[in-house]
């Protein structure tokens, strides 16, 4: 044995508690295994283990040391992992939450097509607006449109999302096109209640100079919502004015079911992610999913600039 082996041999007599525990597990003497820990102590220098008839006692030294054979050891048996993933074909269970929206126009489509690719697996869909514990709530994978505050958990970027202003013909043609987004101020504005700045605070900008700014607009109305698609339909029903993902709305804009107004100076835009908590090891799994949904992002994006 070299000095490398002989490390992972004291991980795995202080893991498994005993020295005759450990002879089992990798197929030595009793007398061999101690004997390898004896010189591994006599080459670094350092007492690592006070022997006793009934446990192990690890030294300040020995406690250094098993906390970095514990790392090597994790190191190894996540490259075996990885490529024994990468050689066979994925397979058990991924939780995977996503925003409303998303999900009904885009990821559940996509969820399927991955599913007919890996069909070993298998996917948990959980649609919802508010944003989940990921580990407590046992999510492996999220799909988050907002601001990421959160450090603990690992993003990738899928695409920007531009939000867009529109109401009805109908709803237009008697209460007029609002210019400015100061005119909102009489217009019935439809609200989604988990808007990130604030459900009756609508984001506008302005060019000063070379610049721009971005200001709010206070509106008010006589509908609110957690569910925007609530929201589109009581605007396709002439109700009011709403302001939501364009994705919610394209193919209705380009009916002509819904109108765009102020396109020139909405100023919502925010990114979308998918996110996992942090971990030393992604499962090939997540890794090949995330790959999935970017990639269908990247087909769909037309629908989100």
């Not at 999220?142 to 109401?167: F, G, M, N």
């Not at 079911?257 to 996992?276: F, H, T």
């Not at 908590?277 to 087909?299: C, H, Q, V």
Request: net charge neutral; glycine share 6%.
């Amino acid at each position: 044995m070299n000095v490398a082996d002989k490390i992972l041999l004291f991980h795995t007599v202080v893991k498994t508690g005993s020295f005759s525990h450990a002879a089992i597990r990798i197929g030595m003497t009793n007398s061999v295994v101690s004997k390898h820990i004896s010189q591994l102590e006599q080459h670094l220098g350092v007492k690592l283990l006070h022997r006793t008839t009934r446990k192990l006692q690890l030294t300040e030294a020995g406690q250094l040391l098993y906390q970095h054979a514990h790392d090597v050891d994790q190191s190894v048996a996540n490259a075996v992992k990885a490529v024994t993933e990468v050689s066979s074909e994925p397979t058990g269970k991924i939780c995977l939450s996503v925003p409303v929206i998303s999900g009904e126009f885009l990821i559940a489509d996509l969820v399927a097509e991955f599913c007919r690719s890996y069909p070993k697996l298998k996917i948990e869909l959980r649609l919802e607006d508010h944003q989940v514990d990921l580990v407590a709530a046992g999510v492996d994978l999220a799909i988050r449109t907002a601001s990421l505050p959160d450090s603990s958990l690992i993003a990738k970027l899928l695409v920007q999302s531009k939000w867009v202003v529109s109401a009805s013909p109908e709803y237009l043609a008697r209460h007029g096109i609002p210019l400015t987004p100061q005119e909102l101020l009489s217009h019935n504005c439809l609200t989604y209640t988990y808007m990130e700045t604030g459900s009756n605070d609508w984001i506008f900008r302005e060019k000063k100079g070379e610049s721009e700014n971005e200001y709010s607009i206070k509106v008010e109305g006589n509908i609110s919502s957690n569910n925007q698609i609530a929201l589109k339909n009581a605007a396709l029903s002439g109700d009011g004015v709403i302001y939501t993902p364009k994705l919610l709305v394209y193919e209705d804009l380009k009916a002509g079911r819904l109108q765009e107004v102020l396109a020139d100076v909405s100023g919502k835009q925010l990114p979308i992610y998918a996110v996992y908590p942090y971990s030393k090891y992604l499962p090939e799994k997540i890794r090949l999913l995330i790959d999935f949904i970017a990639a269908g992002y990247a087909k769909n994006a037309l629908y989100f600039r």
